[in-house]
Nanobody, 118 residues
Framework: QVQLVESGGGLVQPGGSLRLSCAAS????????MAWYRQAPGKERELVAS?????????ADSVKGRFGISRVNVKNTMYLYLQMNSLKADDTAVYYC??????????WGQGTQVTVSS
């Protein structure tokens, strides 16, 4: 079992920055990949960025060059970060953290709201 808790969302003006965090606990040694997804009102959940255990990253075209993803282990917790720069109104959504394990189990966090508005 893996538990995921996101934080760092909020209201930011267009052009601003935010950093989202996801704390993973439990069987973190079984995690093979982590990712950030987002879901805007009336839209399907979409992949924003992902990172594998080897550090390989992947980004949605809409965020390339603006967002960065990273992960670090501290004691018994794995932290996943999403650095979001040059934010636009279209980035407004609930952002979710996702973990995939070597047993092909998938875990989701509860989500954190990001609102980009002046």
């Amino acid at each position: 079992q893996v538990q995921l808790v996101e934080s760092g969302g909020g209201l930011v003006q267009p052009g601003g920055s935010l950093r989202l965090s996801c704390a993973a606990s439990g069987s973190i040694g079984s995690i093979t990949a982590m990712a950030w997804y987002r879901q805007a009102p009336g839209k399907e959940r979409e992949l924003v960025a992902s990172i594998t255990s080897s550090g390989r990253t992947n980004f949605a075209d809409s965020v390339k060059g603006r967002f960065g993803i990273s992960r670090v282990n501290v004691k018994n917790t794995m932290y996943l970060y999403l650095q979001m720069n040059s934010l636009k109104a279209d980035d407004t959504a609930v952002y979710y953290c996702k973990a995939t394990t070597l047993y092909n189990s998938v875990y989701w966090g509860q989500g954190t709201q990001v609102t980009v508005s002046s």
